[in-house]
């Protein structure tokens, strides 16, 4: 019987991704606002973009009616909430 060749990439785990997130946040902390090198400026945009994730929408595209501001919500949340309630179950 024939096995199958292991893939050459190892499936990255959500507290290796979040371990990640929080050394960027660390060297962002760090990074002298004088300093406009091309890591520098990746950085600088990598925590604008979390910020924008994270932070709540602006008002133009806040939804009036409670189906809409349900669905918005599911579609943000939905998706790391699904993740760790599979990770959560027995």
Do not use: C, F, K
Request: no cysteine; net charge positive; proline share 9%.
């Amino acid at each position: 019987m024939q096995q199958r060749p292991r893939s050459p990439y190892t499936p990255i785990r959500w507290l290796h991704q979040l371990a990640a997130l929080m050394a960027q946040v660390s060297r962002a902390e760090r990074l002298q606002r004088a300093d406009d090198s091309l890591q520098a400026r990746r950085l600088r945009q990598r925590m604008a973009m979390a910020q924008r994730l994270l932070n709540p929408l602006p008002s133009p595209l806040v939804a009036e009616a409670w189906g809409e501001r349900w669905l918005w919500t599911a579609l943000r949340w939905g998706g790391p909430a699904l993740l760790l309630a599979l990770w959560l179950r027995p």
